[in-house]
């Protein structure tokens, strides 16, 4: 079992920055993988990008302007959010996966024009 817990959401006008933070209840260490997923109203939820070990992968959408992290000390996975666009407006979700699926209960990105 495995709870997490997403914070650094907010309101943020275009072309600003935000860096969200996932924390973990349990070491990382023992996670396979563990990502970022967004959902926008009206839309279906989706992947944004996903570190497992050192690999990392991202949606088109967000290469170059967003970075994913993790800190193993402290238990917990980042997403720094650069240049941000409207588009980026979304509740965004941690992802983790040991043996099953675990998600937070989100964090709301709002980007202002």
């Known amino acids: 079992q495995v709870q997490l817990v997403e914070s650094g959401g907010g309101l943020v006008q275009v072309g600003g920055s935000l860096r969200l933070s996932c924390a973990a209840s349990?070491?990382?260490?023992?996670?396979?993988?563990m990502g970022w997923y967004r959902q926008a109203p009206g839309k279906q939820r989706e992947l944004v990008a996903t570190i497992a070990g050192s690999a990392t992968n991202y949606a088109d959408s967000v290469k170059g302007r967003f970075t994913i992290s993790r800190d193993n000390a402290k238990n917990t996975m980042y997403l720094q959010m650069n240049s941000l666009k409207p588009e980026d407006t979304a509740v965004y979700f941690c992802?983790?996966?040991?043996?099953?699926?675990?998600w937070g209960q989100g964090t709301q990105v709002t980007v202002s024009s």
């Open positions: 992802h983790a996966f040991m043996l099953r699926p675990y």
């Open positions: 349990a070491s990382i260490l023992s996670i396979d993988s």
